[in-house]
Antibody
Framework: QVQLRESGPGLVQPSETLSLTCTVS????????WSWIRQPPGKGLEWIGY???????NYNPSLRSRVTISFDTPKNHFFLRLSSVTASETAVYYC???????????????WGQGAMVTVS | SNELTQPPSVSVSPGQTASISCSGD??????ASWYRQKPGQSPLLLIY???KRPSGIPERFSGSNSGDKATLTISGTQTLDEGDYYC?????????FGGGTKLTVL
């Protein structure tokens, strides 16, 4: 069974770059699409972007200028980098697997446990 | 507008039917999905492609989508169904989530 686990620094300074890793176990990163989604404390979910098994990425327009999602196939990891962060981006960051292939029918069927990142 | 609107809260008595709505211009022509999130947990996929249930999701969870509104219906609501419910859809190759609905069973 596929499982996801986020890891990375829990504290990032304002204006610095947030970097997180999602480790995929129980399945190959090369056959699915993968997204990052965040949730500020007490608030709703916001999609950040996805990467496909072929390496193409698509980002939320509101974050596009600051975000990069990439992967390391041999290690079965994918990554999030978000530059120039502000305190309002303090959130739990989730990685999630697409149930589908990057089409507008996709939903998210497997989620990591989430990584709390504080910008301060 | 490219947003999904949900009621902030819904209350239901145990055993009754709960309905949670999600409104957005893109609905009806794009699929809706639904998730439940309990405190301290990750979201759980309940419904995808408007009305399909993933393996392990009870039959009392159902979904529909017509016009500009999607609806999640929970039949025979139980106290363990309490949590925050989010709808999700795509619009112009961007994923949108609704603001969430807190379901209280009392």
């Amino acid at each position: 069974q596929v499982q996801l686990r986020e890891s990375g620094p829990g504290l990032v300074q304002p204006s610095e770059t947030l970097s997180l890793t999602c480790t995929v176990s129980g399945g190959s990163i090369s056959i699915s699409y993968w997204s990052w989604i965040r949730q500020p404390p007490g608030k709703g979910l916001e999609w950040i972007g996805y990467i496909s098994y072929s390496g193409s990425a698509n980002y939320n327009p509101s974050l596009r200028s600051r975000v990069t999602i990439s992967f390391d196939t041999p290690k079965n990891h994918f990554f999030l980098r978000l530059s120039s962060v502000t305190a309002s981006e303090t959130a739990v960051y989730y990685c999630a697997r697409h149930k589908g292939y990057g089409q507008t029918t996709d939903s998210f069927d497997i989620w990591g446990q989430g990584a709390m990142v504080t910008v301060s | 507008s490219n947003e999904l609107t949900q009621p902030p809260s819904v209350s239901v008595s145990p055993g009754q039917t709960a309905s949670i709505s999600c409104s957005g211009d893109m609905l009806g022509k794009n699929y809706a999905s639904w998730y439940r999130q309990k405190p301290g947990q990750s979201p759980l996929l309940l419904i995808y492609q408007d009305s399909k249930r993933p393996s392990g999701i009870p039959e009392r969870f159902s979904g529909s989508n017509s016009g500009d509104k999607a609806t999640l219906t929970i039949s025979g609501t139980q106290t363990l169904d309490e949590g925050d419910y989010y709808c999700q859809a795509w619009d112009n190759n961007v994923v949108l989530f609704g603001g969430g609905t807190k379901l209280t069973v009392l």
